[in-house]
């Protein structure tokens, strides 16, 4: 978790004195260990270095190649370094040092802009060509490092922040009405991808990249994209679990590549356990390292299913254990810890993921500067509600009604649902015409839009009647699809991979961590993608293969877990217990800030309905307001 930043003046002027510097001071946190920047005419790069691998020691960047000819800035981590290594040799290219960074721009040197097609890591990275005089840049199969972009006519610039831009010619501090939209209707998803927080910036997104000429003219390309495939075969059930640890078991390796100890999140899921699981399985390669874990228990966790799964994986002389207590905040983390990390940066993103903001911060604290983590579990290893339907369509009844008896008593997300009830919209799924499915979404189009307190003068500025029917027809068009596609179009989405893993990140990098997503991996994505259902789901239980391969590892009460509870709402909850009267007089009073965008009387309503009844609802409300509110006045600060 580096920071990188360039600009390019197509103007063809020189870069102003302190532009590129002013752009990495404002990521300076994500720069620990030194920034650096490289000047030469209408072309400037800058890194915030943040050294979090042993081959990072020696790494120093902007990176150019003997003649200078090449200028490279990169964030990330490059996991296939042997087999690039050897191809680099074989073709004569040979490295100064045993850097990532001189990997990649070998790559560059060799394969050009095919060059992210060679690489396996978490990475985004921009290359000045001064031969070809272009610029090219690039992120990970993943997205799991950012690049946020402005372009318009007077320049193109980049950072790994969206608001390290602001202040940049034609970029503004205006936030992106669409964003707005989703936060005031969650309901919401852009079917058209716009995932960005402000108005004037964009970015790329996984497996893409963009060549950027001196005279304005752009071309973005998809050098990779998530394809279903065809579905894997094994010869039995054990040949299965084995190919699942070798694959995962190299992605956790791969993450476990740090200058200091192991650390990882920890909560009570089976995402996060199998981690651990596989942390301890590989720590004996490592007999320096420690496995430290940052962890959310209650005050009395035995009354608390999450915290007796984290103490039984926390456990071990191996682990070195940080928790902090909810709601009293004793241990890692205080109280104004809590109220600094929400209020003294307010942002939609960060204020909707408080936990993992505190683990980061504690685990900066204690110097552990890399936490391995799971939020992309649950996508990499969906499975759709209707998964029945695919037995029925492919002739096996029974095994179906079976499967919606199992899933009405041990499915995560439909436990206590009827099993004919199931079975029926399984039913559905799998037969209905094509002919009356398009009536039932014809009929949904015309379904007036869900309550929210939206400015209808907002909603209409922006359509969002028309992109809420383009949204549901777009979910009309999925339930032909195949699992593997349905798979893939959920991986893809801008909801989906990508938003947990730029939200983690984003998190992460006020406080100088890098966070790393075994999850996320490119080759473990794809070998689930690919999976026979009977090893996604079996018995009603999701994550089957999980459970089935960890069995050894981890207790029953971790493995056959009901439900998702998690700790994240008693950060709130204490949050608005210390702050909630200051927090909601200010908004009282800098309401009419949101007139754009929100109905102030039904607003005010709702806050003198919280003040009388003091319900969970009403507090959380205030809350998700007051976020809006302060962080559009932050912004407004940068004008």
Not at 506 to 535: I, N
């Given at each position: 978790m580096s920071g990188i930043a360039g600009i390019i003046h197509f103007d063809g002027k020189p870069v102003e004195p302190g532009l590129i510097e002013k752009m990495t001071s404002a990521m300076a946190h994500r720069g620990p260990d030194g920034i650096n920047h490289w000047v030469k005419g209408s072309v400037a790069l800058g890194q915030c270095m943040l050294r979090t691998t042993p081959e990072s020691l020696e790494e120093h960047q902007p990176l150019t190649n003997e003649d200078e000819s090449l200028v490279l800035v990169m964030d990330g981590r490059v996991d296939n370094r042997d087999e690039l290594n050897r191809e680099l040799r074989a073709h004569g290219i040979t490295q100064k040092t045993n850097t990532d960074a001189e990997l990649v721009l070998g790559a560059y040197r060799l394969w050009g802009e095919d060059s992210p097609k060679y690489l396996l890591g978490d990475f985004t990275f921009a290359v000045w060509d001064v031969r070809c005089q272009k610029l090219f840049c690039t992120v990970d199969h993943m997205s799991a490092r950012p690049f946020y972009y402005a372009l318009n006519t007077r320049i193109f610039a980049f950072a790994s922040e969206e608001e390290a831009l602001i202040g940049l010619p034609g970029v503004s501090s205006q936030p992106n009405e669409v964003m707005i939209a989703h936060l005031l209707m969650p309901a919401f998803q852009s079917v058209d991808n716009q995932r960005f927080w402000l108005r004037d910036v964009g970015g790329l997104r996984a497996g893409q990249s963009i060549t950027v000429f001196p005279h304005g003219k752009t071309q973005t390309e998809t050098y990779w994209r998530l394809e279903p495939g065809e579905e894997s075969l094994f010869a039995s059930d054990r040949e299965c679990e084995e190919a699942f640890l070798a694959v995962f078991g190299e992605a956790v390796r791969c993450r476990m590549r740090t200058t200091g100890h192991i650390a990882a999140m920890m909560s009570g899921g089976l995402d996060s356990a199998s981690i651990a699981a596989m942390v301890r399985r590989l720590l004996p390669e490592m007999p320096s390292k420690r496995f430290h874990t940052y962890s959310a228990i209650a005050d009395n966790p035995t009354d608390c299913v999450e915290s007796r799964c984290i103490q039984s994986l926390t456990g071990g002389a191996e682990t070195v254990a940080h928790f902090v207590s909810v709601p009293s905040f004793r241990g890692m983390a205080s109280v104004d810890d809590l109220i600094d990390v929400a209020w003294s940066k307010a942002h939609p993103c960060d204020n909707s993921i408080l936990l993992p903001a505190i683990m980061c911060q504690a685990a900066g604290r204690q110097g552990d500067r890399v936490l391995?983590?799971?939020?992309?579990?649950?996508?990499?290893?969906?499975?759709?509600?209707?998964?029945?339907?695919?037995?029925?369509?492919?002739?096996?009844?029974?095994?179906?009604?079976?499967?919606?008896?199992?899933?009405?008593?041990?499915?995560?997300?439909?436990?206590?649902?009827?099993?004919?009830?199931?079975?029926?919209?399984?039913?559905?799924?799998?037969?209905?015409?094509?002919?009356?499915?398009?009536?039932?979404?014809?009929?949904?189009?015309?379904?007036?839009?869900?309550?929210?307190?939206?400015?209808?003068?907002?909603?209409?500025?922006?359509?969002?009647?028309?992109?809420?029917?383009?949204?549901?027809?777009?979910?009309?068009?999925?339930?032909?699809?195949?699992?593997?596609?349905?798979?893939?179009?959920?991986?893809?989405?801008?909801?989906?991979?990508?938003?947990?893993?730029?939200?983690?990140?984003?998190?992460?990098?006020?406080?100088?961590?890098?966070?790393?997503?075994?999850?996320?991996?490119?080759?473990?994505?794809?070998?689930?993608?690919?999976?026979?259902?009977?090893?996604?789901?079996?018995?009603?239980?999701?994550?089957?293969?999980?459970?089935?391969?960890?069995?050894?590892?981890?207790?029953?009460?971790?493995?056959?877990?009901?439900?998702?509870?998690?700790?994240?709402?008693?950060?709130?909850?204490?949050?608005?217990?210390?702050?909630?009267?200051?927090?909601?007089?200010?908004?009282?009073?800098?309401?009419?800030?949101?007139?754009?965008?929100?109905?102030?009387?039904?607003?005010?309503?709702?806050?003198?309905?919280?003040?009388?009844?003091?319900?969970?609802?009403?507090?959380?409300?205030?809350?998700?307001?007051?976020?809006?509110?302060?962080?559009?006045?932050?912004?407004?600060?940068?004008?």
């Open positions: 391995l983590h799971g939020v992309s579990g649950d996508l990499t290893l969906h499975v759709p509600y209707h998964y029945a339907a695919y037995l029925l369509q492919a002739g096996q009844w029974r095994e179906a009604w079976l499967e919606c008896q199992a899933a009405s008593r041990n499915n995560t997300f439909l436990r206590g649902s009827f099993p004919i009830s199931l079975f029926l919209r399984s039913a559905w799924t799998a037969y209905a015409p094509d002919c009356v499915r398009a009536l039932v979404w014809r009929f949904r189009r015309r379904q007036p839009l869900p309550q929210t307190v939206m400015n209808p003068e907002f909603a209409t500025r922006i359509r969002l009647t028309e992109r809420l029917r383009g949204q549901y027809e777009e979910a009309g068009h999925w339930l032909g699809d195949n699992i593997r596609q349905a798979h893939a179009r959920v991986l893809s989405m801008a909801a989906g991979l990508e938003l947990g893993l730029t939200g983690y990140e984003r998190v992460a990098g006020r406080f100088g961590v890098e966070l790393r997503d075994p999850w996320a991996d490119k080759r473990v994505v794809e070998f689930f993608l690919r999976l026979p259902l009977g090893q996604k789901v079996r018995n009603g239980w999701t994550k089957h293969l999980v459970r089935a391969a960890f069995a050894p590892d981890l207790e029953e009460g971790v493995r056959r877990r009901l439900g998702k509870e998690h700790l994240g709402w008693q950060f709130i909850s204490r949050l608005m217990d210390e702050t909630g009267e200051s927090v909601s007089s200010a908004l009282a009073q800098g309401l009419d800030q949101l007139e754009l965008y929100v109905n102030v009387n039904a607003v005010r309503a709702r806050q003198m309905k919280y003040h009388a009844s003091r319900n969970d609802a009403g507090r959380e409300f205030i809350y998700e307001m007051a976020t809006l509110f302060l962080w559009t006045h932050r912004l407004s600060n940068f004008a």
